[in-house]
């Protein structure tokens, strides 16, 4: 991972050099088949595959892929479990860093793809099913008013964080949370060029201030690393990827999702203001939790930097980010609010498994 040379000068746990993560074990049949075609050689002729693949609506075809893929039913895995989830998050991963041990021409490889848009498929149809579509009452900025609304005696892992939660517990959350912050605001990056205009120029102004604003020691995603580091946990990226539960990739995909495919546009502006709205507050209860638990500095930093940044951030989400585009593009808004609703639903469910997990005086994180 890219650090400064201040930071290396001082900590002795990186030597500077970026890691490039290996594939992971498989959790499933589908996990195992990208991670099977992974491990091949892109341009190797597989007899009836792509062809197969143009010619059935589908994009499945029992001959296509491993043998074993289709002796189980797909459409029958838990669209949010670990076997999904993760064939999902390989995929996407092949825009971002990738792997050392899976060639980059699988990138653009026409079987990777097509597999991926029937994870996607399962994936977006369960969402639909679960997160209620915007009525014609609905409005982008009454979607946002709500997520203002502050429960000071609210529920949730970030209440319990603040007033009794323990260090083992927050560095759960925060191994749980590495397959997310380690690649924070790159996502989101892929709207830029599907937005116009002022709505463009304010989406930006916010990803600047998240990617460091000119200063490579500034970038969020560096800001977690020294947090990770600072809780005696391995900041390499995808460190974590090989035990993470599946409920925690969800979050992470959800965004991939929105980020790459145009048409979800609206989406992915939306599921930004919902992170930037929310996490003012989130931020300061888990800053006044490790502040109670006298933590490293590191780690209040981030979530320092979070309440000040993102106060600011929710400000130019809300007025000149989806003001502007649901102004411009009317047909975008409907999107949006599916946006912030997938948003919340996901999010809710990661924290319905960490504080199901402690609940039972369990790890949230097996080995944690
Ligand atoms: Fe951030
Ligand atoms: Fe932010």
Redesign the pocket.
């Known amino acids: 991972m890219l650090v400064s040379a201040e930071a290396i000068a001082t900590d002795p746990t990186t030597d500077g050099v970026f890691r490039v993560p290996t594939l992971p074990s498989a959790r499933g049949p589908l996990s195992r088949t990208v991670i099977d075609l992974l491990r091949g050689d892109p341009d190797a002729a597989r007899p009836g595959g792509v062809a197969a693949a143009l010619q059935d609506p589908d994009l499945f075809s029992p001959d296509l892929f491993s043998p074993d893929l289709f002796s189980t039913d797909l459409f029958s895995t838990d669209p949010y479990g670990d076997d999904l989830q993760l064939a999902l998050y390989l995929c996407y991963e092949m825009h971002y860093v990738g792997f050392a041990d899976a060639d980059a021409a699988w990138e653009w490889q026409p079987e990777l793809l097509s597999l991926r848009a029937g994870l996607e498929r399962r994936f977006l149809d369960a969402l639909h099913r679960d997160v209620p579509a915007a009525t014609a009452d609905d409005t982008a900025g009454s979607e946002m008013d709500e997520l203002c609304i502050e429960n000071p005696d609210g529920a949730g892992a970030s209440y319990h964080l603040r007033d009794n939660g323990t260090w083992e517990q927050f560095r759960q959350l925060f191994a749980l949370r590495s397959l997310y912050h380690l690649k924070?605001?790159d996502p989101h990056a892929w709207a830029i060029p599907r937005l116009r205009g002022h709505a463009k120029a304010a989406y930006v102004a916010v990803e600047f201030d998240?990617f460091g604003g000119g200063r490579g020691d500034a970038v969020?995603q560096e800001l977690f690393a020294d947090l990770l580091r600072a809780s005696d946990l391995s900041a390499d990226y995808l460190g974590y990827l090989d035990t993470v539960p599946g409920v925690a990739l969800t979050p992470v995909n959800l965004m991939s999702l929105f980020g790459l495919h145009r048409r979800y546009r609206g989406a992915a502006v939306g599921h930004l203001a919902a992170t930037e709205i929310t996490?003012p507050p989130g931020s300061q209860r888990l800053l006044a939790g490790l502040e109670r638990l006298d933590a490293p500095e590191a780690c209040r930093h981030f979530y320092r930097?979070?309440v000040e940044?993102?106060a600011v951030h929710e400000q130019i989400l809300r007025t000149d980010v989806v003001g502007d585009l649901v102004r411009s593009a009317p047909d975008t808004e409907a999107d949006v609010i599916f946006g912030i609703r997938a948003f919340l639903f996901v999010e809710d469910a990661l924290d319905a498994h960490v504080m199901g997990a402690w609940e039972r005086g369990e790890s949230a994180f097996p080995g944690i």
């Open positions: 924070e605001a998240e969020h996490s930097e979070h940044a993102d």
